[in-house]
């Protein structure tokens, strides 16, 4: 084969070396490929017996593809879905099945030398063990030997789903910090639509990816709330604001580029979910006051970017309410529950709050004495005259100790990034 030329001719008949792909990528005919993420990195993947189980196959392909070493522990009833010579092939070692026909240590050597287990997929009866501290086989046998980092990735039917005893053996493993990737919705095995459906492995990569990022926020929680919310005034008809989202879904998607550990609260907006994070749909801000809150004791850091009514009906009507004979109509507000405020008040050390000031005039002056009165330590202000629903923005970083930090009109993707690496600067 004639090597590949890396220089062409321009139109004054000049040679011009191309840039592209490096010299040996050319000599050797290769395409480039982008800089493997998880080389030397030792991956244990446990494979539970669900329908999903076919989907761990393409994850280890991609996380192999990635750089990392895998190795495979299957249970008894995920070899029922896919068959141990798939992932053996896959993974390109020894897939392990029977603690029994091993060697006698071999688990408690794979649980002190993995970097990172994920479990994919963890079915009910595997969560259900592992909360309650059994060990009857290869798999949960090595989870119990291990201090290393371990993703759950659960997925079943969605009544398994949201069994309290499913959803209270989860809460129990993630106060005891296990990491967990929430199910999806979508279709299930039984063609049923609804929650519990295993992500894509994209998905489960680049969470593994963001598990191994050395950003300045690796090992941190970080709780971003975003979007509008919406009060209703009857079964139809809502309140709510132009506010789209976009600047808190890409604070939630710099704080995860930085290495965070994000659940993002979003308000009804028109964007895509994020992958790679846990992302929590609510509508009023009664919702989102109950979801932040039981989140916020274990945030280390919590980004207030929703644009949170200030007002709500005094009652929601029964019924759609009619004009006929009527010339105006009457609709009684009442304040609603200030979220930043109560997290303000019920802070703990270390926790780094942010809220935002979306103002038409004066926003700096303002946006300061909200950061003092809601105990905040950085304010984000801008003009929202300008900002709502554009995909650019400006922003003034205000810090507790009153010092200002101005960014010019960029992209709301790449303000975020800068406004996050200033606040993580500015509270090392
Ligand atoms: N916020 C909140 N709960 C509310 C209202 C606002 O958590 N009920 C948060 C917002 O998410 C934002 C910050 O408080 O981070 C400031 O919001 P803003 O609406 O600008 O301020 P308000 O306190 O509502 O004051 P006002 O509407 O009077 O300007």
Redesign the pocket.
């Known amino acids: 084969m004639p090597p590949l030329q890396n220089t062409i001719v321009d139109s004054d008949g000049n040679a011009v070396k191309l840039a592209l792909f490096k010299d040996d990528d050319y000599s050797n005919g290769m395409q480039r490929q982008p800089e493997a993420s998880l080389t030397g990195k030792q991956i244990t993947v446990g494979v539970g017996g669900g329908i999903a189980a076919f989907k761990a196959a393409h994850l280890i392909s991609q996380l192999r593809q990635q750089g990392a070493d895998v190795q495979v522990i299957l249970t008894r009833a995920g070899a029922q879905f896919v068959t141990p010579l798939t992932f053996e092939a896959l993974s390109h070692r020894r897939v392990l099945q029977n603690l029994f026909e091993d060697e006698p240590l071999n688990h408690v050597h794979l649980a002190h030398n993995s970097d990172l287990f994920v479990i994919a997929p963890a079915t009910y009866d595997l969560i259900g063990k592992l909360a309650n501290g059994l060990a009857d086989d290869y798999l949960t046998t090595t989870l119990a030997a291990t201090q290393q980092p371990v993703l759950l990735c659960p997925a079943m039917e969605q009544q398994m789903y949201t069994n309290p005893i499913f959803v209270k053996n989860l809460e129990t493993l993630r106060q005891l910090n296990y990491h967990v990737l929430e199910a999806e919705a979508g279709t299930l095995a039984s063609g049923r639509s609804g929650l519990g459906r295993l992500p894509e492995p994209e998905v489960i990569l680049s969470k593994v990816q963001s598990m191994f990022s050395n950003g300045p926020l690796t090992g941190k929680r970080v709780l971003v709330?975003a979007g509008p919310t919406r009060e209703r005034i009857d079964p139809m008809r809502v309140i709510s604001n132009r506010s789209s989202g976009k600047m808190g879904y890409a604070m939630a998607q710099a704080a995860q580029a930085m290495g965070g550990q994000v659940v993002l609260i979003t308000g009804p907006t028109l964007l895509d979910e994020p992958s790679g994070m846990t992302v929590i749909q609510t509508e009023s801000?009664d919702d989102m006051f109950e979801q932040t809150t039981s989140l916020a004791a274990e945030s280390d850091l919590i980004i207030?970017?929703?644009?949170?009514?200030?007002w709500q009906p005094k009652e929601i009507l029964e019924h759609k309410e009619g004009k006929a004979g009527k010339d105006s109509l009457m609709l009684e507000l009442v304040p609603?529950?200030?979220?930043?405020?109560h997290l303000g008040q019920h802070r703990h050390e270390n926790q780094i709050i942010v809220?935002?000031?979306?103002?038409t005039q004066d926003f700096v002056e303002?946006a300061k004495a909200?950061l003092k009165k809601?105990n905040a330590d950085f304010f984000v202000a801008n003009d929202v005259s300008k900002a709502a629903e554009s995909d650019e923005n400006t922003a003034v970083l205000i810090a507790k100790d009153g010092s200002e930090q101005s960014f010019s009109l960029m992209e709301k993707s790449a303000l975020a990034r800068q406004v996050l690496e200033s606040i993580v600067k500015a509270s090392d």
């Open positions: 709330t801000v207030m970017a929703a644009a949170v009514a200030d609603t529950k200030d979220i930043l405020f809220g935002f000031a979306a103002e303002k909200k809601k």
